[in-house]
């Protein structure tokens, strides 16, 4: 897949391994785990391989959110994106990080 990132922060957290604003910090082992989740969303050909994964928890989103997509970084904090097509005779999925967000609030 090809990803994108709807925000600087998250793009910045993969690339530097850290933001620039304070408002979004994060622990270094949840920064970790986020990176090893958007290198694996890169190496993804399909959407569909992302069920082969269970500790992803990949779920097509209700709600206020439907329509996004989310897989697990931890118990704490998923990603949030949206997967789009192009092209009809050659599939290729972008992927747009949307939110690394908690799960919980």
């Given at each position: 897949?090809?990803?994108?990132?709807?925000?600087?922060?998250?793009?910045?957290?993969?690339?530097?391994?850290?933001?620039?604003?304070?408002?979004?910090?994060?622990?270094?082992?949840?920064?970790?785990?986020?990176?090893?989740?958007?290198?694996?969303?890169?190496?993804?050909?399909?959407?569909?391989?992302?069920?082969?994964?269970?500790?992803?928890?990949?779920?097509?989103?209700?709600?206020?959110?439907?329509?996004?997509?989310?897989?697990?970084?931890?118990?704490?904090?998923?990603?949030?994106?949206?997967?789009?097509?192009?092209?009809?005779?050659?599939?290729?999925?972008?992927?747009n990080?949307?939110?690394?967000?908690n799960?919980?609030?």
């Amino acid at each position: 897949m090809i990803v994108t990132f709807d925000k600087e922060y998250l793009e910045s957290l993969y690339t530097k391994g850290k933001s620039d604003d304070k408002k979004h910090r994060f622990q270094p082992e949840v920064i970790k785990l986020y990176k090893k989740r958007i290198d694996l969303l890169k190496r993804t050909k399909r959407i569909e391989e992302l069920f082969l994964f269970n500790s992803l928890n990949y779920e097509v989103l209700k709600g206020d959110k439907n329509g996004v997509s989310s897989i697990r970084v931890n118990d704490k904090y998923r990603i949030e994106f949206v997967v789009s097509n192009q092209d009809a005779e050659t599939i290729v999925y972008i992927c747009n990080i949307l939110e690394l967000s908690n799960h919980y609030k």
